[in-house]
């Protein structure tokens, strides 16, 4: 039998962004809403980028915090 | 038509433009690989919009197609010399991701994006945009061949990146159609094709392995890794070259395009590596190598496109 997928709408990528799937606005921590017009977007997760809420790539050259 | 660089590519544009029946004749080898990137170009475009000046069923014609197999065959070959050259490991299907991200971060070869940052002048802007414009005017297509052949997650994830780049339906949002718009903001030309004349040799040579890769089914793995690491090495160098524009005052729809690109590419990225490449790692085991020769082909040829710009320019790298 066929079976079903797993198809969050949020997904936290490891070291990386948030993906967030079918949002229209989104609110960011100054209080500003901003519209989405892309299906999936990455907002950020290392508070670095340069046009936050979105990701811009950022985190990959900040250096990782140990895990383990 | 392109202008052609030697006998194969002469005999190309003879063949395409000729509608009427002709006897089957062995085409001439090429004498340089510059002439061999322009025929195959041209016979690539063939499946995408064509020629105004060629025969609109050459397509399928059987002798251009044994041309166009015998250059692949080369193409291909000499790509994989290059990758088993690197000698990279091979990792288990779920190590994909993180093997696509270290091959992306070992990357050592030169940026263009920070020299138009930091340093180029305006004409080296413009040399680097139209160079670009070979594939940017294609934005994307050579992938969407790729759709289905892939297993279920993967074509879903696949179409949910490529709705995107074709502007979620909105025309005006198509990432090639911005393309087209930055280009005549900086003052280039914008139709279809226009520079072809003017590609590099390593600018022909990326645009047909990116061709090559999606229009053949036993190549997808490839299509889908040079896919991933396209998008991994694409938000912050789109940055940088957002504000090498804005510095040289090339404000506008260019900057507009790259600055979609910042925050595009930062997705795409995640769902490139993950749930393509990811998912079709662990659905054909099979194609774990071809996603990692994939990926290193396409930093590979944009090291090789930088290395000649820059000597080119007489910049050291």
């Given amino acids: 039998m066929s079976e079903d997928f797993d198809h969050p709408d949020i997904v936290l990528e490891p070291h990386g962004p948030m993906l967030v799937r079918g949002a229209s606005t989104i609110r960011d921590a100054e209080g500003t809403l901003h519209s989405v017009d892309r299906p999936v977007v990455a907002l950020c997760r290392c508070d670095k980028s340069s046009r936050l809420p979105w990701c811009d790539g950022t985190h990959k050259v900040i250096p990782r915090r140990r895990t383990s | ?317």
Avoid at chain 2, 63 to 80: I, M, S, W
Avoid at chain 2, 174 to 182: E, Q, S, T, V
């Fill in chain 2, 1 to 317: 038509m392109p202008k052609p660089r030697g006998p194969l590519s002469e005999w190309v544009v003879a063949r395409l433009a000729d509608s009427g029946a002709h006897p089957v004749g062995a085409a001439p080898l090429a004498h340089v690989t510059d002439d061999e990137a322009i025929a195959l170009w041209s016979l690539h475009e063939l499946s995408y919009r064509g020629f105004e000046d060629a025969s609109d069923d050459a397509e399928r014609d059987p002798e251009v197609l044994v041309v166009r197999h015998g250059l692949e065959r080369a193409l291909e070959q000499r790509l994989r010399a290059r990758w088993d050259h690197a000698g990279t490991d091979v990792p288990e299907p779920a190590g994909v991701p993180d093997a696509l991200e270290a091959l992306v971060a070992a990357d050592d070869g030169p940026s263009l994006a920070d020299h138009v940052r930091r340093r180029a002048d305006t004409d080296q802007v413009l040399e680097m945009l139209r160079q670009r414009s070979v594939y940017q005017l294609k934005e994307a297509d050579p992938t969407t061949w790729v759709v289905p052949r892939l297993p279920t997650r993967a074509k879903a994830a696949l179409m949910e990146l490529q709705f995107d780049e074709y502007g979620g339906g909105n025309p005006n949002r198509l990432h090639a159609h911005l393309f087209a718009k930055g280009l005549e903001s900086v003052g280039l030309r914008s139709e279809y094709g226009a520079y072809v004349d003017d590609a590099l040799p390593e600018t022909l040579e990326l645009n047909n392995a990116l061709s090559m890769f999606g229009m053949q089914r036993r190549l997808r793995g490839a299509a889908m890794g040079h896919l991933a690491a396209f998008e991994m090495t694409s938000s912050i160098p789109a940055r940088k070259i957002a504000q090498g524009l804005g510095r040289l005052g090339l404000e506008g729809a260019m900057v507009g395009y790259y600055d979609e690109h910042v925050e595009a590419d930062a997705v795409h990225e995640q769902l490139a590596a993950r749930d393509i490449c990811g998912t079709l790692a662990e659905d054909e085991p099979d194609q774990v190598g071809e996603i990692l020769f994939g990926a290193f082909t396409c930093l590979d040829l944009e090291s090789r496109v930088a290395t000649a710009l820059f000597d080119a320019w007489g910049v050291e790298r």
